[in-house]
């Protein structure tokens, strides 16, 4: 069975309370949702230097690659859907960089709280159309 958006969600909600964000105070939550029904959390991690802090998305991106459980090294994990929660913000859209990221592993959708709190779906090429990824080399 596959876990619901409102899940998903849950789940993000859960990650972005683990979150380190003492320069902004905006801690983020990620939860994705694999092909293989597995979901990996992540959420911010902020430093002095702002350059080098990482978001939810990217948390549980690199935490998909270390925690994977089979396949060979190189090989790509599709996310089927990235739940982004913002505690202080609704919705909260994944940045730039963090939609690059979900581009590499072909991620189909990306779901966000509308502002009633209701899931709110929407598909990956409306967040980054023309995106350059592995089939653009």
């Keep these: 069975m596959t876990a ?13 309370h683990s979150a380190y964000a003492p320069y902004s105070g905006f801690p983020v939550g990620a939860a994705l949702l694999l092909e293989d029904g597995r979901i990996v959390t992540g959420c911010n991690v902020e430093n002095a230097s702002y350059g080098l802090t990482i978001c939810a998305e990217r948390t549980a991106a690199g935490r998909m690659i270390v925690e994977r459980e089979s396949g060979p090294p190189g090989e790509r994990p ?12 609704a919705p909260c859209h994944p940045c730039g960089a963090c939609r690059q990221v979900l581009g590499e592993f072909s991620c189909d959708r990306v779901i966000v709280e509308g502002s009633s709190g209701d899931p709110v779906s929407i598909a ?3 967040l980054l159309p023309h995106a350059f990824g592995p089939d653009s080399l």
């Design 78 to 89: 599709h996310i089927v859907a990235a739940a982004v929660v913002g505690l202080k913000a």
């Design 124 to 126: 990956f090429t409306e």
């Design 4 to 16: 619901s958006d409102a899940e998903l969600l849950d789940r993000a909600r859960a990650a972005a």
